[in-house]
């Protein structure tokens, strides 16, 4: 059995070592399934939409740990290191035992690990701001601009505080401290409104 444990300690502590240098850590190698697929409809003799129920079925299997390579070489480097560690300190312990022991740490710490990584991959993903998120958020004026000249704005979003430039199509002259609303987007700069026109 320590061959075993050896190989998935080396195994999965490379792909570990990988992750941690070159940012294996994002890379699914297609195993990770997309939460997002869309299903063909179809509808079950019951009537119900057959999609919905493979929908629910589907994002439950994606929110499983197994479905990700990161459980499966987090867990195998903890299983081999377990049983290594085990089998040397205490020699005498059954080898079912030892097995069993490193079954249950693989399981709880590429579970842990997978599920951790996922989350922090999801508030990364979930704080980028996209244009299309700015479609409709009040900003400050930062730097004083009209129709015919170019100004900044600044607002808060997503925890994020963004300076962008402005322009405006709107005969009002806009002043520091002024309140606006951002009608839309082009190239890093913000079409803006007076606020009460927004409103």
């Given at each position: 059995m320590n061959a075993i444990y050896t190989?998935?300690?080396?195994?999965?502590?490379?792909?570990?070592?990988?992750?941690?240098?070159?940012?294996?850590?994002?890379?699914?190698f297609g195993i990770e399934f997309d939460p997002d697929?869309?299903?063909?409809?179809?509808?079950?003799?019951?009537?119900?939409?057959?999609?919905?129920?493979?929908?629910?079925?589907?994002?439950?299997?994606?929110?499983?740990?197994?479905?990700?390579?990161k459980f499966w070489t987090f867990g195998g480097c903890f299983f081999g290191l377990s049983g290594l560690v085990l089998s040397k300190l205490n020699p005498s312990l059954p080898g079912s035992v030892v097995f069993?022991?490193?079954?249950?740490?693989?399981?709880?710490?590429?579970?842990?690990?997978?599920?951790?990584?996922?989350?922090?991959?999801?508030?990364?993903?979930?704080?980028?701001v996209r244009p299309e998120d700015l479609m409709g958020q009040s900003a400050i004026v930062e730097i004083p601009f009209d129709r015919d000249s170019k100004g900044k704005v600044n607002l808060k979003i997503k925890g994020t505080?963004?300076?962008l430039?402005?322009?405006?199509?709107?005969?009002?002259?806009?002043?520091?401290?002024?309140r606006t609303f951002i009608i839309g987007m082009k190239n890093s700069t913000v079409w803006v409104v007076p606020s009460e026109e927004g409103e």
């Open positions: 190989i998935c300690f080396v195994v999965g502590g490379l792909f570990v070592a990988l992750g941690a240098i070159a940012g294996l850590d994002g890379v699914e697929l869309e299903l063909k409809d179809g509808t079950t003799a019951d009537g119900t939409q057959a999609s919905d129920t493979r929908s629910h079925w589907l994002q439950t299997l994606v929110s499983l740990p197994f479905s990700s390579l069993l022991v490193a079954i249950v740490v693989g399981l709880l710490c590429g579970s842990a690990i997978a599920s951790i990584l996922r989350y922090l991959q999801r508030s990364q993903a979930d704080s980028l505080s963004l300076s430039s402005a322009y405006t199509d709107s005969d009002r002259a806009f002043s520091r401290g002024d």
